[in-house]
């Protein structure tokens, strides 16, 4: 799992197709557009970007909170992504751990400190894997080595 994951690729070329049609945008209103006109021109024009930014801010925000009811409410085809499987579950913890070195620390390094006193046949204490850069937690290989070494003592 050496290559970056999609979402961050697709949000660094969505940050890349934003700038290089500001650049467009403001180029061709600085050679085509009269002088008096330049400056309400700018303005339509931030204020088109800045529409664009905020409904895809509004879209990824919705897909991160919108749940479905506890009681079993709402159709569950709109939210493919959401389950209540347990496996579902670790894997999401999984994919945060890898994404954030506090979450690790906090969500599921006590979790799995905690799997590992309960083993009763040895007393071992776990190695916790080192972060990686930019305050991301341990790569998936490393949380699935750690997890591995749970799984055979067991």
């Known amino acids: 799992m050496a290559s970056p994951e999609p979402s961050r690729v697709a949000a660094v070329a969505g940050v ?16 085509l557009v009269a002088g008096p006109y330049r400056a309400a021109a700018m303005r339509l024009l931030g204020a088109v970007v800045l529409l664009i930014a905020v409904l895809r801010v509004r879209a990824v925000v919705g897909a991160f909170t919108e749940r479905p009811a506890r009681w079993g409410g709402g159709d569950p085809a ?3 992504h959401v389950s209540d499987t347990r496996f579902a579950r670790y894997h999401e913890e999984i994919k945060f751990s ?13 979790k799995l400190l905690e799997l590992a ?13 080192p972060g990686r850069a930019f305050g991301r937690g ?3 290989a490393a949380i699935a080595r750690l997890i591995g070494s749970l799984e055979r003592s067991r």
């Open 16 to 31: 890349l197709v934003v700038v290089a049609a500001l650049v467009t945008g403001v180029s061709l209103i600085e050679f």
């Open 78 to 80: 709109l939210l493919p």
């Open 98 to 110: 890898a994404r954030s070195q506090s979450y690790f620390d906090h969500m599921l390094w006590p």
């Open 117 to 129: 006193r309960a083993d009763t046949t040895a007393t071992r204490t776990l190695v916790k894997p």
């Open 138 to 140: 341990p790569s998936r």
